[in-house]
């Protein structure tokens, strides 16, 4: 399909009561909900997280993004003492960063406040189009030291313990948000899989301010994605290709993991059209309806937001009228929606 030809985005919105956006995470970790959904039939199942290895077999491959969640959040406050919040995006310098900055508004070009435990000076050195700031410290910041992990801002409880915004198998912290599909994972749960024979492999996508950066273009074809970057571990490679040469299942858990797999075979598609390279790479990748799935068979996710380029991601990879029957379900049946939500199964 062309890329100027009209896709709405308001196809892809829907209606979400506000008491199904999870505000806390189910404990355990895997005694969530899960929606099954068979990609080819339409069949939904209601189950639970643990339930999962009934749905695997010997020989299927589980991809996870071991990224974990950097403490980008800083807090600071003007010289006439108003509260000012960043969320750090990227560092693009050694004393400059890349930041969504609260209040907004406020924050013109040249507007000074100081930041963190050691009050360090920060100016915003300019206001980029899509609304982020450049932002200049004086010195050179420890987010270990001085930030904290920052949650989407529809979750407005105080999270008691920060590790449950992280994956157990989390490890570089390199990114601003969780890969939440992997949040319902427990140690027993990965073993339980491996004892079946399902291959588990770690690739890392840090994840950014693109992977839920708002759609602001009525025609989807026109939204831009950010680069991210990623790391297809060598060994990783090879059993996925091996996978795919023996027409064995290649699930994704998280659609963070999809758009690395999908974007590594686009670049390398003269060669195969389902061989993925190892190595370090970026991608903007933008997968929405119509795009032709090459090495991802089946996807665990949670629920995205309306309008989303998550959502849509899952269309294009389940169909449209699939997608929007799995919801209303959910909706229906009281399952909890987004970050520390439920899951879906799709295969």
């Known amino acids: 399909m062309g890329t100027n030809k009209f896709l709405s985005l308001q196809e892809y919105d829907y209606n979400l009561p506000k008491q199904l956006i999870a505000q806390s995470p189910v404990e355990p970790r895997d005694h969530s909900k899960l929606l099954v959904l068979d990609i080819d039939t339409g069949l939904l199942e209601d189950r639970h997280f643990y339930d999962l290895p009934y749905y695997l077999t010997k020989g299927d491959v589980l991809v996870f993004n071991d990224t974990r969640v950097m403490p980008a959040r800083i807090f600071g406050k003007t010289d006439k003492g108003s509260k000012v919040e960043l969320l750090l995006l990227k560092q693009t310098h050694k004393y400059t960063w890349r930041a969504l900055v609260k209040p907004g508004s406020k924050m013109k070009k040249g507007t000074q406040f100081i930041v963190g435990n050691n009050e360090f000076a920060c100016k915003v050195d300019s206001v980029e189009v899509d609304g982020t700031r450049l932002v200049v410290l004086s010195e050179e910041l420890n987010l270990m030291d001085e930030g904290v992990v920052p949650v989407p801002p529809y979750i407005t409880q105080e999270l008691n313990d920060p590790e449950r915004y992280q994956t157990i198998y989390s490890s570089v912290p390199k990114s601003i948000a969780a890969p939440t599909a992997g949040l319902h994972f427990t140690e027993q749960l990965m073993e339980d899989l491996r004892k079946i024979g399902v291959e588990i492999i770690f690739v890392t996508l840090d994840i950014g301010w693109g992977t839920f950066r708002p759609i602001s273009v009525e025609n989807i074809h026109d939204h831009q994605m950010d680069s991210e970057e990623f790391l297809l571990p060598e060994s990783a490679a090879k059993t996925i290709n091996k996978a795919k040469t023996e027409g064995r299942r290649v699930i994704s858990v998280g659609t963070t993991c999809v758009r690395l797999l999908e974007s ?22 933008f997968i929405k309806p119509r795009h032709e799935f090459k090495i991802v068979d089946g996807l665990v996710s949670n629920f995205h937001l309306p309008k989303s380029t998550l959502l849509l991601l899952v269309s294009a990879l389940v169909g449209k009228e699939n997608l929007f029957r799995a919801y209303s379900h959910a909706v229906k049946n009281d399952y909890r929606f987004y970050s520390f939500g439920d899951a879906m199964l799709m295969i």
Request: net charge negative; glycine share 10%; no cysteine.
């Open 264 to 285: 590594n075979v686009e670049k390398h598609q003269i060669e195969s059209n389902h061989i993925v390279s190892h190595g370090f790479g970026n991608t903007n990748l």
